[in-house]
């Protein structure tokens, strides 16, 4: 049984009238004959009489009446119920390193939030490219925001953002010993504080060390920037990082930037998304941040 015809049988038993029915639901009157029609066959009764020149409801047609209501009632609620447990468990799940997780994000989020205060926000840590290529790929993330060299992926959606600008930072009485730029040969008398293995930017500053055959005195590995940024503060050794993690502490003189003295591949944040997926509002609102944050940094 048709709700579209349920529909046009109560309004039809409100105003007794076809012409007025077929007025206030925009369809041709013929076209409410024919729904009404295909009513009183699918029943075997008849819903409605002619006395004269006005209709009335028959006694079936009444109690079909109450029956139609509490039909299209439940329709409703029903439309309702589902729409709306289909917003309230929609997550968006976005990767990230801990950088732009700590620094970035979260003013990001919060806007995103703000608009679609019911949809859960998950986070998972992606430290390289090729993670967040497989996470997108099989569907365990909806974006990744990637820190890396540019190199286009045939499946997958990458919009640039910004460049990062990665110094060397250190204490001010191992700054004062080096000055202000570090070189290769330098490197390899001083201990260097880095993040984790994967890491794209640590990743390029070994290469280059060793294929100039430069080894530095002793590598610390941190899972954490917060940690690494604390044993530079106490003078444990020098770090590589992007300039907005340390920034407050630069301002604060208790930390200083160190320029290399060679040149590295440029670093690109970039929101990576597999091209064949299905973009709802919130993931269109999503971008739209992401873009509009970012191009305040260029």
């Known amino acids: ?47 409605f009489e002619r006395l004269g020149k006005r209709l009335y409801l028959t006694v079936p047609g009444r109690e079909f009446q109450l029956y139609a209501q509490k039909m299209v009632a439940l329709h409703n609620e029903m439309i309702q119920q589902v729409t709306g447990l289909e917003e309230q468990y929609t997550t968006i799940t976005i990767g990230a390193q801990e950088s732009q997780c700590t620094y970035r994000l979260p003013t990001i989020l919060a806007e995103f939030k703000k608009k679609y205060p019911q949809i859960q926000v998950i986070f998972k840590p992606v ?105 530079t503060i106490a003078g444990l050794g020098i770090s590589y990082l992007p300039k907005m993690v340390v920034e407050q502490e630069l301002e604060k003189g208790i930390l200083a930037a160190l320029t290399a003295g060679f040149h590295l591949e440029p670093i690109i944040t970039q929101l990576a998304w597999h091209k064949d997926k299905k973009m709802s509002s919130h993931f269109e609102f999503f971008i739209e941040l992401i873009r509009n944050y970012y191009n305040q940094l260029n």
Request: a negative charge; aromatic letters at 8%.
């Open 127 to 231: 430290h390289t490219r090729e993670i967040a290529q497989e996470l997108i790929q099989n569907g365990e993330l909806d974006f990744a925001i990637i820190t890396d060299t540019f190199i286009s992926l045939p499946t997958i959606n990458l919009m640039p953002l910004v460049q990062e600008e990665l110094i060397f930072a250190a204490s001010p009485a191992i700054a004062h010993k080096v000055q202000s730029s570090v070189f290769l040969n330098e490197l390899s008398n001083q201990t260097l504080l880095l993040t984790e293995q994967g890491c794209s930017y640590r990743n390029q500053l070994e290469y280059m060390l060793t294929t100039q055959n430069y080894y530095p005195k002793q590598v610390i590995e941190f899972v954490s920037i917060e940690a690494i940024k604390q044993c």
């Open 1 to 47: 049984m048709d709700i579209k015809h349920l529909r046009t049988f109560l309004t039809a038993a409100e105003t007794l009238n076809f012409t007025q029915t077929a007025k206030r639901l925009d369809y041709a009157q013929s076209s409410i004959t024919a729904q009404i029609k295909s009513l009183e066959e699918e029943l075997g009764i008849e819903l």
